[in-house]
């Protein structure tokens, strides 16, 4: 599903650093990656068949108010290592970046978005959860949680799935 067009600037080093703790909580291999847009704030999203995770890149810049594109999280982390501020831009159909002071440039094709995928990642973007409420650390571990107290339907021989909801006053239900 083709999103809207948007640019941004980040420093390199925060935004390898973002995808690296949203991959720690949504799983390296089973999560899609996303990079987009609310209100101005480019922030990293991951999604799993069992995990969300979404987190706020620091001192990134962008003046568009939405926008979306999927990566790879095993590509994109490598071609921006080490490296300083960047522009990043999204037509659509490809990411091009370019390094502010430098000649490092590239691109690459966005994963796409499925219309399940982007529905899922605008609701939960929307739910307004408090960003420092729960830490990756704390998030493995109600995951590891989750896994050893899985709950196996004997009749159909399957696992059934657990959701956890946080309050507004900090309390978990599983």
């Known amino acids: 599903m083709k999103q809207k067009p948007f640019s941004f600037s980040a420093d390199c080093k925060t935004l390898e650093q973002s995808i690296k703790r949203v991959m720690s909580v949504s799983g390296a ?16 999203f991951g999604l799993g068949a ?45 990411v091009s970046f370019s390094q502010t002071k430098g000649k490092f440039n590239g691109k690459i094709v966005p994963v ?7 529905a ?8 307004k959860v408090a960003a420092a409420a729960i830490t990756a650390d704390q998030l493995l571990a109600i995951k590891a949680g989750l896994a050893a107290t899985a709950v196996k339907d004997v009749y159909q021989n399957t696992t059934l799935l657990s959701y956890i909801t946080m309050s507004k006053d900090g309390k978990l239900t599983v």
């Open 112 to 118: 796409n978005i499925t219309e399940d995928q982007l």
């Open 29 to 44: 291999t089973a999560a899609c990656y996303f990079i987009g847009v609310i209100n101005k704030s480019i922030h990293v």
């Open 50 to 94: 069992d995990t969300f995770a979404m987190l706020e890149v620091p001192n990134a810049q962008t003046d568009a108010q939405v926008g979306i594109f999927g990566f790879d999280a095993e590509r994109l982390p490598g071609l921006i290592k080490g490296r300083a501020v960047m522009e990043f831009k999204y037509t659509g159909s490809e």
């Open 120 to 127: 899922q990642l605008t609701a939960k973007a929307g739910e």
